[in-house]
Each structure stands twice: as C-alpha cells, then as structure tokens.
C-alpha cells in the first residue's frame, strides 16, 4: 500500500480493532438462514462450517513474463490445479480495466486475461467477484458518482463475462474504506472484504449487519522466522515476516456456524535471486521458518501445502454468493 508508516499503523490498528469485534461477535452466529430471492448454486451442506480461498487481483503471476514464467513462479491456473487436488475451488477478484484479451505487465506482476478467468471458471470451478473498476482507492473518492463507478458500475460487464456471482463481495483495493465507501457498496454488493493479518472468523450475526464486513486472513511472506539466520533481519515492505503454517491450519477449519476466508495472491517454489534482493525469495528449507521472500505478496508453496493437507474436508467450500444467499443478506441496489 502506497500510505506513510504513520498511516500504515494507525490502518492496522482500526483494521485489527475491527477484526477482534467480528471475531466476538461470531460466538452468538446462528449456522443457516432461508435462502433469498437471489437464486445461486445451491450448497450441499453436511457440516456448518465454510470456506472460502480467494486470490486478490486474480494475477496470473509475479513478474512480466506473461507467455512462460519465470523458474519458481507459480501461474494462477497452477494454484487452481493445486485447489483442485484437495477438492478446493477458489474464488478471484477482477480489477475490470486491469483486464483484457492479452496478458499485460504492471508493477512487476503480470495480470491475468479474461480468457485465463474464463479457463478457470469452466475446468476448476472457480468464481469471481469485483476488486473494483480500475482499483482507485475508494478513500480517495469525493463524491457518488466516482464511488459508484468503482463499485456498482462494474458488475454489468462483469456479468456480461459470465461472471455473475460477483455481487457476493467486493473487495476493496489497497482495503481502504470509509463510511461513504461502505454505504455504496453495501447497496450492489453483499459484503465488503476487510483484511486480518490473523486468522478471523465471519458468523451471520457478523456479517449481516452494516457494514457487512467480510473478515479475510491474508497468510504473507516476507522474513523468515528464524531469528538466528539473515533472512531474519532483510528489509520487505511493511517489514513483514513469512505467516506459519499453523496459522493457515487455523483458518482453513473454522468451527460449527462460523465462515473462513483466505486470501493469497502468489505462489514461488524453489530459490530465485540472493538474499537482499526484492525479487528473490528462498523456499529450499525443509524447514519453514527458514524460507523467506522478497515480497510479501509472494509466498512459499510448500508452506502452503503443509497447511492445506491439514485441512477438514468436512468444511464447506463456499462463494460469498452462496453464503450471501444462506444468509439472507440480499444488497438493494
């Protein structure tokens, strides 16, 4: 996020304040609701606890190599693949003006095309919904107008692509949200995403009350946790270090009543580059605590892994649209 430090704590600080409330709240959730007006997919419910794995941006993969990646990045169809194997489908989000027929390069990553989307909704069963229309932080934003065709402005095109479960959440870009920002989307869409650095947990009485906070863990690398080592100590932004796996396992199997959700955004494997570089990470140890990254939007595969064969197939894999409809929470736009 491009804020100053100052910034950057006191966001953190609401943001995790926020999450603690919702988690309290998750112990009065009641598990079902009738289903609403909006008719999607029905869920074949044999336990009340959900899930939902989400990518943020839907990037195809870190670096601009949109043809073949560079050695050790994961694409966005190797992670629906890896989903797939542990009976997973995921859900993205699509920054609409970030998306077209070709892939393009921008910041060091390079976007998926709405071919790739369309792949991944027809052979893996995923879903996605709106990151926004060209990812404008919506703080920034003075007036309806702007607000709304960032928000509600891009769920027809996102329809017209087929993608017709987007109202099920909107993902904020950058997370930034005000109270004028949160009104305008909680009119086209069921929930707002906010970000947890810890594993937090979404119930019906959470989330069907304004402003209908979707509480999602986002597992980041970034330093290792091995304070004996020099990847300790390398600089990342925000001065992240690389989630534990146990942390994953938590929020991969919530509890009776209660709705998970995970976001990533990259997979790396292996070791590219050397340690101080922004671009390099290390996956190699068989130890996680030793493995790091660059960038913590970047994380280790393996990790990944461990905690996803720690997962209770029990739980219900879910979209927002689902739980949205489960729940009775209907927007009114």
Known sequence: MRTSKS?????R???LALGAAACAASLAGLASAPATARTEPAVNVATPGYLTMAWGRSLWAHGCNPGTPAPGVRTLEQDAQDLKAYGLRG????????TSDTRT??????????????????????????QSMNYTR??????????????????APLAARGHTQAWGAFFYPDDEQDLPAQQMVAKYFAFGRLYTLVPGFNTKASA???PYTLLTYTPLGGRCNNTALPCYTIKVRNDRITAPPSAIVKALNPRPGQW??????RFVEGKSGTLGQANAWDCTSPDWRNRWTGIPENYCRNTFL???????RTVVNVTPAQMATRWGRTPSG
């Open 260 to 265: 998970s959700v995970i976001q990533m955004f």
């Open 13 to 15: 600080t609401a943001r």
């Open 91 to 98: 859900v993205g989000g699509i920054v609409v003006n970030r």
């Open 208 to 210: 069907t009350v304004f």
């Open 105 to 130: 390069c921008e910041r060091g990553v390079t976007n998926a095309t709405w071919a790739d989307l369309a792949r991944l909704q027809t052979a893996y069963g995923w879903s996605f919904v709106s």
């Open 306 to 312: 461990t905690a996803l064969a720690q997962r209770d």
């Open 7 to 11: 910034r950057q704590r006191q966001s």
């Open 138 to 155: 919506m703080t920034t934003l003075t007036t309806d107008a702007q607000r709304y065709a960032e928000t509600g402005a891009t769920l």
